[in-house]
T-cell receptor
Framework: DQQVKQNSPSLSVQEGRISILNCDYTNSMFDYFLWYKKYPAEGPTFLIS?????DKNEDGRFTVFLNKSAKHLSLHIVPSQPGDSAVYFCAASGGNLIFGKGTKLSVKP | GAGVSQSPSNKVTEKGKDVELRCDPI?????LYWYRQSLGQGLEFLIY????????KSGLPSDRFSAERTGGSVSTLTIQRTQQEDSAVYLC??????????????FGSGTQLSVL
């Protein structure tokens, strides 16, 4: 059974608008969450993280929100740019680092 | 080196053959990880090396899979008697201290393995 779920395999957004990528997890022992971005034929690169003691972390255009009671986190990108088009992986740490299946974001000019 | 280096970038093999995939982590990183991504799937954890500790092999899918890390640096992932379901992108990552410190991982570009 998947411990980290990204239920939307793809998302299409207009340039300049907000992109919201969602992630749900099942294990309440997870204490650290990360988002990675992956372009084709490249390895994933770290984007932003959040500790379970926080509910928000912001870095430029990227903000991650954590709702522990709902076991849900989201990544907001605003404004979205065509260069943000990639696959975004949510990951949770509690021993091993467990990844979701990813959401493919397409930002249209 | 400047980043995590993996070789080969692509490997095509016949069913039943053995393959070796190599990973050079970032210099000074004590932790090394192997993941794989099958088509349409997320990143599946395979094995984790941290310093001189015994590796966490809990993610290896079968006894055909093994990995070594020599001298605390370079790692080799070996798949014996490859099967078609082994076809995937095999990703290596490294980090400075390891999972207990909640660090970010630095990934290589992966090896695309195709088993015919």
């Amino acid at each position: 059974d998947q411990q980290v779920k990204q239920n939307s395999p793809s998302l299409s957004v207009q340039e300049g608008r907000i992109s919201i990528l969602n992630c749900d997890y099942t294990n309440s022992m997870f204490d650290y969450f990360l988002w990675y971005k992956k372009y084709p034929a490249e390895g994933p690169t770290f984007l932003i993280s959040i500790s379970s003691i926080k509910d928000k972390n912001e870095d430029g255009r990227f903000t991650v929100f954590l709702n522990k009671s709902a076991k849900h986190l989201s990544l907001h990108i605003v404004p979205s740019q065509p260069g943000d088009s990639a696959v975004y992986f949510c990951a949770a740490s509690g021993g091993n680092l467990i990844f979701g299946k990813g959401t493919k974001l397409s930002v249209k000019p | 080196g400047a980043g995590v280096s993996q070789s080969p970038s692509n490997k095509v093999t016949e069913k039943g053959k053995d393959v070796e995939l190599r990973c050079d982590p970032i210099s000074g990183h004590t932790a090394l990880y192997w993941y794989r991504q099958s088509l349409g799937q997320g990143l599946e954890f395979l094995i984790y090396f941290q310093g001189n500790s015994a590796p966490d092999k809990s993610g290896l899918p079968s006894d055909r899979f093994s990995a070594e890390r020599t001298g605390g640096s370079v790692s080799t992932l070996t798949i014996q008697r490859t099967q078609q379901e082994d076809s995937a992108v095999y990703l290596c990552a490294s980090s400075l201290f390891g999972l207990a410190t909640n660090e970010k991982l630095f990934f290589g570009s992966g090896t695309q393995l195709s088993v015919l």
